[in-house]
């Protein structure tokens, strides 16, 4: 079976730097998202990772170690737009199995 | 510009109809996927298609039904066995099958359904 865990709320101080974490169990892995989402919108595709280590792109990075069935996104010189929440997704096969996700308050 | 459109954004139904949700995309991709969002929770797959005239079931399918019968379309029906209908319903695509896995979903803007 599937299970992804992220914390259920977090909150960051403008231009500091936060970091989410997600810890996942599952039988096939295949490659791990991070995905952003506003309140009452679409999630919007941040990042991927597949192979063990770090991708950075831009204020956003993410790393993944598959051995500890690990990952984290890391947001640097938080704005207050970054205030959302974080999903973090798995793929199985052809499925993603999406995590509950952190929700993001970023304060002044 | 290419997209994904769901329609409408908020639709209101009586218990015990039928409903579908519409998914139009014109990005040229072969798969499709709806979800289901409720507060606190992750999103739930409901049905997917990897290819047209086909689709299989999520993890939640019952009470649901799908057609796959264009590249572009890919309609949800909630149907009256579903229990509890009332939710966030997301489309989203991607070309994974023409190896773009790195890429991630596009997801339409959602439709809210209440049932009341």
């Known amino acids: 079976g599937q299970n992804i865990d992220q914390p259920t709320e977090m909150t960051a101080t403008e231009g500091a730097i936060v970091q989410i974490n997600c810890t996942y169990q599952t039988s096939g892995f295949n490659g791990l998202f991070w995905y952003q989402q506003h309140a009452g919108e679409a999630p919007t595709f941040l990042s991927y990772n597949v192979l063990d280590g770090l991708e950075e792109k831009g204020r956003f990075s993410s790393f993944l170690s598959r051995s500890k069935g690990y990952s984290y996104l890391l947001l640097k010189e938080l704005q207050m737009k970054d205030s959302a929440s974080y999903l973090c997704a798995v793929r199985e096969g052809v499925k993603t199995i999406f995590g509950a996700g952190t929700r993001l308050f970023v304060k002044a | 510009d290419g997209g994904i459109t769901q329609s409408p954004k908020y639709l209101f139904r009586k218990e015990g109809q039928n409903v579908t949700l519409s998914c139009e995309q014109n990005?040229?991709?072969?798969?499709m996927y709806w979800y289901r969002q409720d507060p606190g929770q992750g999103l739930r797959l409901i049905y997917y298609?990897?290819?047209?005239?086909?689709?299989q079931k999520g993890d939640i399918a019952e009470g649901y039904s799908v057609s796959r019968e264009k590249k572009e379309s890919f309609p949800l029906t909630v149907t009256s066995a579903q229990k509890n209908p009332t939710a966030f319903y997301l489309c989203?695509?991607?070309?994974?099958?023409?190896?773009?896995?790195?890429?991630?979903?596009?997801f339409g803007s959602g439709t809210r359904l209440t049932v009341v």
């Open positions: 990005l040229n991709h072969d798969a």
């Open positions: 989203a695509s991607s070309d994974e099958g023409q190896g773009r896995v790195g890429y991630g979903y596009t």
């Open positions: 298609s990897q290819i047209v005239n086909d689709f």
